[in-house]
């Protein structure tokens, strides 16, 4: 033991808190004994002020532990895994995990951060029955099995799974991250196996909970982040307790990292959420009701935002979005009805789909032509893109498309100029929206007339977003249009996932193949596209692989087989989107990326080291 951990269990016998009462946060304050010091700060700066942001909905108090990006594993700007709570990480054999924390590290109310933080995550919370009925997370299983946690000392942990693990450093750098840590002082005074069962009881009816399963869930508010009593590592601490219309988020006096000058981060004292309707964040954001500002923006409100420059004190930069693609169509390989469901299969129709589509010209009408067509795989940014992959299933070819309709035999037409199906009926279909935004109404407009010009008619229907969801379980949806793969800048290191059926629930082009691999067989249907079935077992070669040359021979040959299969009709990328910054606002970079992940949006650059250059 440190003689500052020494120090520190002194005092807590000396007031008391063996019984998990801490003193506040600013008791016992000041970064660990071994920081992070950040070397790569573009611009040092000074500790003070408020960066105000707008919300639409209460639940955005998560997005302090978003943007906070404060992870035990987490990104560098190249996207390359890094220590950042955990002082050093090894692993072996893709299998073996050791953890190291940093000496003298702090919770944000003066509790030190031990490995019993994460014995007792995963001890009491994860293989607890109570509290987690179907046992621990699946992204903490390899082939069904969990990891044997072996707890070296109060600073190293080791997990070890019998076979490689690809999975689980990056879940735990995610934007959204598995947390397989909690602050066990304060979190045993609502665990059954730890607390006074008549005290239990008391805060059980105090609570209105049913049990105290419940009320230990009210409180664990890890990836809520709404709970102001609950200690956190993130750069910013909540202050307002919900329900509000203002939260206000406090600087974090035992944050780990420090700039190179020592100086403890955060620089910004306060960072403030202000709830508001989502249709007015553009006009008060032009209003300088904000210092910095992305979500609720569209790249539609980029003049209003730059003329509203001289007021605001805001300078909006654009930065480009980085999904496989901004918006795609989906096909539905499970179609319930078998005439549509055997043309989506047939690889010729989802061709002759995509070249139909004139990308350059919806870019033009839409995004002023600086959106660039998109087959909605990986962007030029990842080191696993290639030309050939990039350029599968693009270009507008309208007369080889109505070729390959012909070959498919649909070369019968009505009255309309309609092409028919087999069965008489005119290819004629609804493409199903969640109805959420406009701009896919907008986009949906115009790809239905180039649908028109070779024969095949689609309308429109929002359907509210759970609905939909399970209209597409069902196989009744044919056609839906969604947001492009979330991660269109990969590395080898991370997994594949995305362009395989392992998903029912964000793949809609294959919901019952991909719940049959969730399910493990027991629902849905086993792919029998024998393309698909080639692209599931690629996939368990880079999930086993323990090299890193093995895991990116894996992807290659997933992409390259995947790309011209034009499963998902992919329209643009590269979409640009506002980021209205305060223009006394610091190191908040100019040109960037935008993407929840791995980006976490702004989470990347490390909204800790922004200051105000007043």
């Known amino acids: 033991m440190s003689r500052r951990q020494g120090v520190l269990s002194a005092l807590a016998i000396g007031f008391g808190l063996l019984a998990g009462a801490w003193p506040a946060a600013d008791a016992l304050a000041g970064p660990p004994t071994e920081p992070r010091i950040l070397t790569d700060i573009p611009e040092l700066g000074e500790r003070g002020g408020d960066l105000r942001m707008l919300v639409s909905r209460t639940r955005d108090t998560r997005l302090l532990y978003v943007y906070g990006f404060a992870r035990l594993v987490g990104y560098n700007m190249d996207l390359e895994l890094e220590p950042d709570i955990l002082a050093d990480f090894s692993v072996e054999e893709g299998r073996i995990f050791t953890f190291r924390l940093r000496e003298g590290h702090l919770w944000s109310d003066g509790a030190p951060f031990t490995t019993e933080d994460l014995r007792f995550y995963w001890e009491d919370v994860a293989n607890n029955a109570e509290l987690s009925p179907v046992g621990p997370p699946v992204n903490m299983l390899v082939d069904d099995v969990p990891p044997v946690v072996e707890i070296i000392d109060e600073l190293t942990i080791r997990y070890t799974w019998p076979s490689p693990n690809p999975f689980f450093l990056n879940e735990i750098a995610k934007a959204s ?25 008391r805060l059980v009816r105090e609570d209105n909970a049913r049990d105290w399963a419940q009320l230990y869930h009210r409180r664990d508010r890890m990836t809520q982040f709404d709970n102001v009593d609950l200690p956190t590592l993130q750069p910013w601490r909540l202050a307002t307790p919900s329900p509000a219309e203002r939260f206000i988020a406090l600087r974090n006096d035992n944050f780990h990292r420090v700039d190179p000058n020592g100086v403890q981060l955060p620089y910004i004292d306060r960072f403030i959420l202000d709830v508001v309707d989502s249709r007015l964040i553009p006009i008060k954001t032009g209003a300088g009701d904000a210092d910095l500002q992305s979500r609720g923006l569209a790249f539609r409100d980029y003049t209003f935002l730059r003329e509203s420059e001289p007021r605001s004190g805001l300078e909006p930069f654009l930065w480009p979005q980085a999904r496989g693609a901004h918006l795609a169509l989906y096909p539905n390989l499970n179609a319930a009805d078998p005439v549509w469901r055997e043309l989506f299969r047939d690889v010729r129709f989802r061709e002759a789909l995509s070249i139909a589509i004139d990308r350059d010209g919806l870019s033009q009408f839409l995004y002023f032509g600086l959106a660039t067509p998109a087959n909605n795989t990986v962007l030029e940014e990842s080191p696993l893109h290639t030309p050939e992959i990039a350029s599968a299933c693009l270009g507008h070819d309208v007369a080889r498309a109505n070729t390959l309709l012909d070959e498919l035999g649909l070369d019968k037409r009505d009255g309309r100029g309609v092409r028919l199906l087999p069965d008489g009926r005119p290819l004629e279909l609804v493409v199903e929206t969640a109805g959420e935004d406009s701009e896919q109404a907008d986009v949906l407009e115009l790809v239905a007339a180039d649908f028109a010009e070779i024969g095949f008619v689609i309308h429109t229907r929002p359907t509210e977003r759970e609905v939909l969801r399970n209209r597409i379980f069902s196989g009744e949806a044919l056609m839906t249009i969604w947001y492009g793969l979330e991660n269109g800048v990969p590395t080898a290191e991370m997994s594949p996932q995305e362009f395989v059926p392992v998903n029912q629930y964000d793949q809609p082009q294959w919901p019952m193949w991909g719940q049959h691999f969730q399910t493990k067989g027991a629902a849905g249907e086993p792919p029998d596209d024998p ?30 087989i995947y790309a011209p299969q034009c499963y998902t009709i992919g329209l643009v990328a590269n979409v640009l989107q506002p980021v209205a910054v305060r223009t006394t606002l610091r190191n908040v970079p100019e040109e960037a990326i935008y993407n929840w992940e791995p980006h976490a949006q702004i989470g990347i650059y490390r909204p800790d080291t922004f200051w105000y250059d007043d």
């Not at 397989?180 to 005074?189: G, S």
């Not at 368990?540 to 992807?555: H, K, L, M, P, Y």
């Open 531 to 560: 393309v698909a079935q080639r692209l599931l077992d690629l996939f368990g070669d880079w999930r086993v692989a323990t090299e890193r040359a093995e895991r990116e021979a894996a992807w290659q040959k997933i992409l390259e």
């Open 177 to 201: 991250p598995l947390f397989i840590y909690a602050p066990a002082h304060y979190l045993k005074q609502f665990h059954a196996d730890y607390a006074d069962a008549d005290e239990l009881e």
